[in-house]
């Protein structure tokens, strides 16, 4: 008689906040294409060192990344467009939805969606300011995002399957939800190996920003350099965005990126005013 052992295992409850990312994912476009590009923040990390020595104050590399994506949006509307039955949509808002992971006041951190609304309009200073205030968790259960995510999480699975059909076909509902875009983060701290995420696409056009490697490279003195390399992966949703306008969105991302010029006096002194109304 053959006697079957079973593997040893460990067993939890299963962690209901996590229905809500699984209806989430649910809304993914079926026709999305991915790829990643590398850039240069050798200047961009300088300046950000510079800035946070100078203004005593964190200055996020992710809002950096935020808002330089904003701003090359702004010049690629269809990036962000959406379908509704037989016409396009195109937000004048750049609603970004982020991760950010929130202090709590015992000292962990718990991870949620942010969305930085308006964006367009927004400076990097503003950007900056408003993440930081974002990651800031005096008391979490309070908070209405939070307790609309719980809830959410706790519906039965039909009614969270309706809201998932909603969105999907609902560009304004999937909006006030979801935001138009998403900028997501993999850096974990301390590891510097190349890297970055191709994730299916809920948005019309998602980004990844991965890690930041050390490459050797030919100034333009033909010197050999090291430069700090960011990998940044994308999806897209092909149905709407064609791949040469997805990478002129990239360059011009990339270049405003690589050229660090938005970290200049006139961030320092807006980040300034910022802390002195917080002050006061």
Same mark, same amino acid.
């Given at each position: 008689?053959?006697?079957?052992?079973?593997?040893?295992?460990?067993?939890?409850?299963?962690?209901?906040?996590?229905?809500?990312?699984?209806?989430?994912?649910?809304?993914?476009?079926?026709?999305?294409?991915?790829?990643?590009?590398?850039?240069?923040?050798?200047?961009?990390?300088?300046?950000?060192?510079?800035?946070?020595?100078?203004?005593?104050?964190?200055?996020?590399?992710?809002?950096?990344?935020?808002?330089?994506?904003?701003?090359?949006?702004?010049?690629?509307?269809?990036?962000?467009?959406?379908?509704?039955?037989?016409?396009?949509?195109?937000?004048?808002?750049? &609603?970004?939805?982020?991760? *950010?992971?929130? @202090?709590?006041?015992?000292? !962990?951190?718990?991870?949620?969606?942010? /969305? +930085?609304? $308006?964006?367009?309009?927004?400076?990097?200073?503003?950007?900056?300011?408003?993440?930081?205030?974002?990651?800031?968790?005096?008391?979490?259960?309070?908070?209405?995002?939070?307790?609309?995510?719980?809830?959410?999480?706790?519906?039965?699975?039909?009614?969270?399957?309706?809201?998932?059909?909603?969105?999907?076909?609902?560009?304004?509902?999937?909006?006030?939800?979801?935001?138009?875009?998403?900028?997501?983060?993999?850096?974990?701290?301390?590891?510097?190996?190349?890297?970055?995420?191709?994730?299916?696409?809920?948005?019309?056009?998602?980004?990844?920003?991965?890690?930041?490697?050390?490459?050797?490279?030919?100034? &333009?003195?033909?010197?050999? *350099?090291?430069? @700090?390399?960011?990998?940044? !992966?994308?999806?897209?949703?092909?149905? /709407? +965005?064609? $791949?040469?306008?997805?990478?002129?969105?990239?360059?011009?991302?990339?270049?405003?990126?690589?050229?660090?010029?938005?970290?200049?006096?006139?961030?320092?002194?807006?980040?300034?005013?910022?802390?002195?109304?917080?002050?006061?």
């Amino acid at each position: 008689m053959k006697v079957t052992t079973a593997p040893a295992y460990q067993e939890r409850p299963w962690p209901y906040l996590r229905n809500a990312l699984v209806s989430y994912m649910n809304t993914k476009r079926p026709n999305g294409v991915q790829g990643f590009v590398e850039m240069d923040v050798t200047e961009a990390l300088i300046a950000i060192s510079r800035a946070t020595k100078a203004l005593r104050m964190a200055v996020s590399f992710h809002a950096y990344m935020l808002y330089c994506m904003v701003q090359a949006l702004k010049l690629h509307p269809t990036v962000i467009s959406y379908r509704l039955g037989n016409k396009l949509i195109s937000f004048d808002d750049i &609603d970004v939805l982020t991760p *950010v992971e929130k @202090k709590l006041p015992h000292g !962990g951190r718990i991870p949620t969606g942010y /969305i +930085v609304r $308006g964006a367009q309009d927004k400076s990097l200073a503003m950007i900056n300011w408003e993440l930081r205030q974002a990651v800031r968790a005096e008391d979490i259960a309070s908070e209405e995002q939070i307790k609309m995510r719980r809830r959410f999480a706790r519906w039965p699975v039909f009614l969270r399957n309706y809201i998932t059909w909603k969105s999907r076909r609902d560009p304004f509902f999937f909006k006030r939800l979801h935001g138009t875009v998403i900028l997501t983060n993999v850096q974990p701290s301390g590891f510097s190996n190349g890297g970055t995420v191709f994730g299916p696409t809920v948005h019309t056009f998602s980004l990844a920003v991965g890690t930041i490697t050390n490459r050797l490279v030919m100034n &333009d003195q033909n010197a050999i *350099v090291n430069r @700090k390399i960011l990998i940044v !992966g994308g999806s897209g949703d092909h149905d /709407i +965005v064609d $791949g040469m306008v997805a990478a002129r969105f990239v360059a011009q991302m990339t270049r405003f990126v690589e050229e660090a010029t938005a970290l200049g006096e006139s961030f320092l002194e807006e980040s300034r005013q910022l802390a002195a109304r917080e002050k006061a």
